[in-house]
């Protein structure tokens, strides 16, 4: 966690499958599920990402994600510092 330009950095790094590029931009979609998903006998909805990005977009923050296919995926949100 870091600041940086008024805001709050998180991330979270996981070590899984990672997220093929030509889908990454519907990562966020609700229900999506990357094709490669079901390589780790996966069984979620593909909510938890859009009920994530929904919370952060609410409250004024940005979600993005740097994934590389078979090394795992860092996700990253960003809220604004409020009332210091």
């Known amino acids: ?3 940086e330009d008024g805001q ?3 991330s979270v790094r996981d070590y899984g499958v990672g997220i093929p590029d030509d889908q990454q931009a519907r990562i966020f979609e609700r229900f999506f599920r990357a094709r490669n998903a079901d390589e780790q006998n996966s069984r979620g909805l593909g909510l938890g990402l859009y ?3 929904g919370i952060v977009s609410r409250l004024g923050g940005r979600m993005w ?3 590389t296919e078979g ?3 860092t996700f990253y949100f960003a809220l604004p510092v409020v009332g210091t």
């Open 65 to 67: 994600l740097h994934s």
């Open 51 to 53: 009920i994530a990005h």
């Open 8 to 10: 709050v950095v998180t």
């Open 1 to 3: 966690m870091h600041l």
């Open 71 to 73: 090394e795992g995926s």
